[in-house]
């Protein structure tokens, strides 16, 4: 089974500019996460989505970061612009009911 | 809300000897409990869960875990430690008739190292 494809795996942009950032949850899984983790730091929620439906996105800035799940299946994530702090490695997870499963995620670097 | 606590930031083992990394949680209701694992560069891969059922629970890699309704613990126990086993632990917490739509909460992580 293929396992939760994220791309890219690294990215260095300079503040305020903008990235994307791509998943490809496990095929059927209706849940889909993206994490946001802080070198040193638990992974914290930015954006759940149930098939192509937001269930929460409290802790996402949206002044600044965007998110998208076409058709339910494929998602992108968006920071437009990027500041310093944004420095994370950004994980997207899918689930099929329980347990979730996480990508390799994708290392952001802001200067 | 749900939230995980692992008031361990790093735990030192001995190779061979038994490890036991800890966690607490708070829900409203009866608890989804998960351990993952994450080694350098990686993503974090799933170990075992808790849903119902038998409180010892077992998982990949020869680890299991407690859960305890009482104390609201759910302890990563492995009987004999590997150096390989070196890595970033975490505890993970789902409210299934919480508000949040069953929403993913992860503690901070306690890093364990093996020695040889």
């Known amino acids: 089974e293929a396992g939760v494809a994220q791309s890219p795996r690294y990215k260095i942009i300079e503040k305020r500019q903008s990235v994307a950032f791509w998943c490809n949850p496990i095929s059927g899984h209706a849940t889909l996460y993206w994490y946001q983790q802080i070198l040193g730091q638990g992974p914290k929620l930015l954006i759940q989505?149930?098939?192509?439906?937001?269930?929460?996105d409290s802790q996402l800035p949206k002044d600044r970061f965007s998110a998208e799940r076409l058709k339910g299946v494929d998602s992108t994530l968006k920071i437009q612009p990027a500041k310093l702090e944004d420095s994370a490695v950004y994980l997207c997870?899918?689930?099929?009911?329980?347990?979730?499963?996480f990508g390799q995620g994708t290392r952001l670097t802001v200067v | 809300a749900q939230s995980v606590a692992q008031p361990e930031d790093q735990v030192n083992v001995a190779e061979g000897n038994p490890l036991t990394v800890k966690c607490t949680y708070s829900?409203?209701?009866?608890?989804?409990l998960f351990w993952y694992v994450q080694y350098p560069n990686r993503g974090l891969q799933f170990l075992l869960k808790?849903?119902?059922?038998?409180?010892l629970v077992k998982g990949s890699y020869g680890f299991e875990a407690e859960f305890n309704k009482s104390q609201t613990s759910f302890h990563l126990k492995k009987p004999s430690a590997l150096v390989s086993d070196s890595a970033l632990y975490f505890c993970a917490v789902r409210d299934p008739l919480g508000t949040g739509f069953q929403k993913l909460v992860f503690g901070t992580g306690t890093r364990l190292l093996v020695s040889p």
């Open positions: 997870a899918s689930s099929p009911n329980t347990e979730a499963f």
């Open positions: 829900v409203s209701g009866n608890p989804y």
């Open positions: 808790y849903i119902t059922g038998d409180n």
């Open positions: 989505f149930q098939n192509n439906g937001v269930v929460d």
